[in-house]
């Protein structure tokens, strides 16, 4: 029932309103009562980020292909922001952009991967728990993996999606949207109030693999069969809170942190360029009591954070660069579109492509390159006709509205050749001159429109790969090493195609010339490091690492991998300290568990590596690695049936877990040769030579042996 708002505020209202349309007043009296501030104090948060998600497939943003009834009915019932905008087209610059209200230039954190948000930043989390929040996050993918983190404040961060590789990898790690709710869905039911719930669902992010029966109904909109999935799954989770009641004590958000371009512009995906179609998100904001309603101004993500703590009460951090939208939403105040700032810088960094950034403002967006675009997004939303030459005085505007939001920030730099690395770098026989590995200055041909048909091939030979066809994408990142010497994503991406297929030696050679040619950013020199301990070239392995865990402390990968050179070396208590710095970093790192839990195996201290394996497997009790430890701690115990029973678990979990399978054999053959026969001759014909070369012919010797 509406309560007759009192006097003062209508006149304010009035006062504040007088250009607004008419026809609002009703709506707008009555708003005012159900949003004043404190209204939700007190209120549960569950806030959805929905990756890569572009408002045209939701009916409520105008789609007619029926995919998110309950998305639509949520907007209908709450607030719709048509135009919302991210910062960044990547889901860790996005996110973090959500969570701290600041732009990319004042967090800091310009790519996924390689940045970490920085301790010292208050978050929504950080904030909420600070305020009596229980906090639990339930993420989709590795990229928000908790050492990037965003997981200071929540009681509890859910990243886990299976065993975490932090070298670069193809497979995108990935849970599906059914696991994540199912688990927010769990620890919501035993929460108390008040409780933020951040739940991340990353399905329609590429490959587009939808559930069957949605790839059945939607089959020539595979993408939209994702967004269909996360719609009925989220779908489930509102009727339940609905039903038990608990819906009206919470404040619901679902964003988008970045679109997908599907083609248009010539992008594939997103990350390259930044027009509409990845800016551009949905935002559905719903509480009871809110008064429903479409906003269809401008609005950014760092106003997400100020505007759900104002309707809570609580006090915003600062500073921040976002605002609160609570009195625009009241109409108590009226809404001026503020700049909306924008980068791209993935490209930049990582492959010393043009940096984009720039502006959306006065209804243009103001992109800077080489080449430099301006649009009317009024009368030109799909950004086809630039106007940059022809409204020169906008244009000017709107570069100094970006100049001035760029303004004291940090320039960005893949990881700095700094001079100690370099001397490091130089010691290990690396740089045999000093080389200037970035442009610096960048030209029409650096710019990403004039690129866009690299950016697609490294899509294509990367779902190339995914289907098996290795050699089809080995021609291709030769291909673009050849034409990006510069790049260290060419040379990351074709030495892991390389190294994935057996030929390490070649990826090493590969990496290490690059080495040479002067590339010295913290994800090639990681992933040289993972390379040169495969190959046994420890000390050289031990050399970078130091170089760049001194450079980039809180480099989490970094620490494991020394973590691992160290134990070879039988340098157990330094071994011991790295690991124990990852899981600092990273507490759900299933992965130093299993390394903690080997060099206690290496040290025969059988109880402390059972402690730390079960600690990992506990995390992901389908960790190949861990059950094969295991299995290996229960033989030196004497307890052989134990260690066959782990052994066994590890080869059914991972078929390419050759270690397991060749243990299994092994100790089977001691009890009964027939039964070890078959593993044995599996290990045989799978197991790769280059690695397993003298097992192997152990193997096959013991076949022959059998079979007389
Ligand atoms: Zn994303």
């Given amino acids: 029932m509406p309560r007759l708002p009192s006097r003062t505020r209508l006149a304010v209202a009035g006062v504040a309103l007088a250009a607004a349309v008419a026809g609002a007043a009703l709506w707008r009296s009555r708003s005012l009562q159900s949003v004043a501030p404190g209204a939700f104090a007190g209120r549960n948060l569950l806030f959805v980020t929905i990756d890569t998600l572009r408002p ?102 859910d990243d886990f999606y299976g065993e975490k590789r932090g070298v670069l990898s193809f497979a995108q790690l990935e849970r599906r949207a ?7 869905e769990r620890w919501i039911g035993e929460a108390r109030a008040p409780w933020f719930a951040w739940v991340h669902l990353f399905d329609p992010h590429a490959p587009y693999r939808p559930p069957p029966e949605l790839a059945r109904k939607f089959p020539n909109d595979l993408y939209g069969a994702e967004v269909a999935f996360v719609d009925a799954t989220l779908g489930e989770l509102l009727d339940k809170l609905s039903t038990s009641g608990r819906l009206r004590e919470t404040i619901v958000v679902v964003l988008g942190d970045h679109g997908e371009s599907l083609g248009e512009h010539g992008e594939r995906t997103h990350g390259t360029f930044a027009y509409e179609s990845t800016l551009r998100v949905p935002w559905i904001l719903w509480a009871d009591g809110l008064r429903p309603q479409v906003f269809s101004e401008t609005v950014r993500h760092v106003d997400v954070m100020p505007t759900l703590l104002d309707l809570m009460s609580l006090p915003l951090p600062a500073p921040i660069a976002g605002q609160s939208l609570r009195p625009y939403l009241t109409g108590e105040l009226r809404y001026e579109a503020p700049a909306s700032y924008f980068e791209a810088l993935n490209p930049h960094l990582t492959r010393d492509w043009a940096p984009l950034t720039g502006v959306v403002h006065e209804g243009h967006k103001l992109i800077r390159l080489p080449t430099p675009e301006l649009y009317d997004l009024a009368l030109d939303p799909m950004e086809k006709e630039n106007l940059y030459r022809q409204k020169t005085g906008l244009a000017r505007r709107l570069t100094e509205t970006l100049d001035g939001i760029s303004a004291g920030a940090d320039a960005v730099a893949a990881a700095p050749p700094d001079r100690e690395t370099l001397e490091k770098l130089r010691a290990l026989g690396y740089l045999t001159a000093p080389v200037e590995s970035r442009k610096g200055e960048y030209d029409e041909t650096d710019d990403p429109k004039s690129l866009i048909d690299v950016a697609n091939a490294y899509d294509e030979a990367t779902e190339l790969f995914g289907e098996g066809r290795v050699e089809e994408a080995v021609a291709i990142f030769e291909d673009i090493v050849r034409r990006q010497p510069r790049s260290s994503e060419a040379h990351q991406s074709l030495a892991y195609a390389l190294h994935q297929t057996g030929r390490v030696a070649e990826a090493v050679a590969l990496l290490e010339d690059a080495v040479r040619r002067g590339l010295s950013d913290t994800a090639l020199l990681g992933l040289l490091s993972a390379y040169l301990l495969d190959v046994g070239e420890l000390e050289k392995a031990v050399g970078i690492l130091e170089a760049l865990v001194q450079r980039e402390p809180d480099y989490a990968e970094g620490h494991n991998y020394l973590g691992i050179a160290y134990g070879r070396l039988g340098r157990f208590a330094d071994a011991r300290r790295e690991l124990e710095r990852v899981l600092e970093l990273d507490p759900s790192s299933a992965s130093a568990y299993n390394n903690l839990g080997s060099l206690a195996l290496s040290q025969g201290k059988l109880d402390e590596a059972v402690s730390h394996l079960n600690r990992a497997l506990a995390i992901d009790p389908a960790d190949s690695t861990a ?65 397993y070369g003298a097992d192997i012919e152990r193997a096959k010797a013991m076949l022959r042996t059998f079979g007389s």
């Fill in 56 to 157: 045209d497939r939701l009916g409520s943003y105008g789609s007619k292909a029926g995919l998110t009834p309950h998305l639509d009915r949520l907007a209908s019932e709450g607030v719709r922001f048509e135009h919302a905008l991210a910062h960044v087209p990547l889901t860790l610059p996005a996110h973090t952009s959500i969570f701290t209200s600041l732009h990319p230039t004042e967090h800091g954190v310009h790519d996924n991967g390689t940045f970490r948000v920085r301790a010292s930043l208050p978050t929504l989390a950080t904030t909420l728990q600070g305020a009596g929040y229980q906090t639990g996050a339930f993420v989709g993918s590795f990229v928000l993996d908790a050492r990037f983190g965003l997981n200071r404040g929540f009681d509890v961060y």
């Fill in 627 to 691: 059950l094969n430890g295991l299995g290996f701690a229960h033989a030196r115990a004497g307890d052989m049936p134990k260690a066959i029973d782990y052994w066994r678990r590890a080869v059914e979990s991972d078929p390419q877990q050759f270690d397991a399978l060749f243990n299994l054999a092994l100790a089977l053959a001691d009890a009964s040769p027939r039964e070890a026969v078959p593993y044995l001759d599996r290990f045989a014909r799978e197991a790769p030579p280059q690695r």
């Fill in 178 to 184: 059914d696991a994540i709710v199912a688990s927010a």
